[in-house]
Every structure is written in C-alpha cells, then in structure tokens.
T-cell receptor
Framework: GAVVSQHPSRVICKSGTSVKIECRSL??????MFWYRQFPKQSLMLMAT?????????EQGVEKDKFLINHASLTLSTLTVTSAHPEDSSFYIC????????????FGAGTRLSVL | GDSVTQMEGPVTLSEEAFLTINCTYT??????LFWYVQYPGEGLQLLLK?????DKGSNKGFEATYRKETTSFHLEKGSVQVSDSAVYFC???????????FGKGITLSVRP
C-alpha cells in the first residue's frame, strides 16, 4: 500500500517554543492531507484539512493561529504548533488521501508531542 | 451529522477465539466504510474497506460486510492471534472532501 512518512516520531520541547511536524506521501501525490489529534484512549479528532496550494480548513474549535498548516507541494504538508503549552501535549497523526480511483486515506505513524 | 458507534471495550480473548466487534453508523448519502487498526505506539493502518451495500471487505482473516438495512459494518475474525492485539477503529467517509468520521475505537487484547 501507499506510504506516508511523518517526522519526527517523538518530540519533547519547552513551553513557549514552536514545533514543526512534517507529513510526506512517498509514492503518490496527495492533493489533500488531514491532521488529527488523538488523546489517550480516545478516538482521532480531525483538526484540519489541508489542500495543496490553498489555505487549510480548520474544524470548529481548532485555533488556526495556534496550529499552522502549510501544504506547499503535492507530497508535503507541515503542522506547526506555535508557542506550545503542556495542554498541547498529545499524539498528532497526519493522513494523505490518494485521490485516484481508490480514494483512500493513508496514515503516518504519528508524532508524540510532550511539552514540559 | 455523520457518526460512528462502536461497542464498548476493552475486549480480551484467548488465542484462536472468535472475534466480533460491532459498528453501526449514521450518515447522509452513501458512505464508504472502513476498519483501521492501530498497534501500540503507531499510526493507523487500513485493515479493510467496503464502498457499497453488501460489499464484503476482507484482509488478514478479518471480514466485515456493509449492511445498509441495519447500517452496520461489524468486524469478524474466526480465530484471533496474539499479534492481533491492537486498537480497532470503525470509520466512514462521505462527502466531497471524503473526511473520515471515526468511532471511539476498541482495544483488543489476545492472550496466549
């Protein structure tokens, strides 16, 4: 199946710093990528939908100035958590949609963010 | 709006036992249905899918049938293995953007 690479897999940072997470589709072009947040023992919460070359669409309650999303190419989307605080600690997962006939989302391995 | 309801967990089974994980959905239109599996510390992997009524998705011994009349997509496996221990998410996709709506997930533990 298609491969989505997410980096880094784990990051620990101090409160107030910014953290960038990359999501790459390695063997297909992804016009749409999605960013999710997962709390312990809970389901995935969609944060935003990222379309290549345009502004991301954020879900209700997600601060767009806090979680900056850039989708500069058909294979790369980035999520930047700005001025991170301990409550931002979570598991962040990206997915990329293969827009071909299968129209399936493929997921990255996730990034564990811990803000001290 | 769209929603997915999964049975409450966790589920603990002995190896070679039969597995059923219930999933029902509410959606406008005709969604595609998915089961994703998440192994400890990893992201989600697509396990199987079905795109229309009466379709059966299958993979690695797991099966699920798209039942429109009961709006269900129950996951089954005849004989589970320890390596099947993971969290299983039922999901649906609908609309132009094909956004996924997930159930809460259920943790399966298989003991030797």
């Amino acid at each position: 199946g298609a491969v989505v690479s997410q980096h880094p897999s784990r990051v620990i940072c101090k409160s107030g710093t910014s953290v960038k997470i990359e999501c790459r589709s390695l063997d297909f072009q992804a016009t749409t990528m999605f960013w999710y947040r997962q709390f312990p023992k809970q389901s995935l919460m969609l944060m935003a939908t990222s379309n290549e070359g345009s502004k991301a669409t954020y879900e209700q309650g997600v601060e767009k100035d806090k979680f900056l999303i850039n989708h500069a190419s058909l294979t790369l989307s980035t999520l930047t958590v700005t001025s991170a605080h301990p409550e931002d600690s979570s598991f962040y997962i990206c997915s990329a949609r293969d827009g071909g006939a299968k129209n399936i989302q493929y997921f990255g391995a996730g990034t564990r963010l811990s803000v001290l | 709006g769209d929603s997915v309801t999964q049975m409450e967990g966790p589920v603990t089974l002995s190896e070679e036992a039969f597995l059923t994980i219930n999933c029902t959905y509410t959606a406008t239109g005709y969604p595609s249905l998915f089961w994703y599996v998440q192994y400890p510390g990893e992201g989600l992997q697509l396990l199987l899918k079905a795109t229309k009524a009466d379709d059966k998705g299958s993979n690695k011994g797991f099966e699920a049938t798209y039942r429109k009349e009961t709006t269900s997509f129950h996951l089954e496996k005849g004989s589970v293995q320890v390596s099947d221990s993971a969290v299983y998410f039922c999901a649906l996709s609908s609309g132009a953007n094909s956004k996924l709506t997930f159930g809460k997930g259920i943790t399966l533990s298989v003991r030797p």
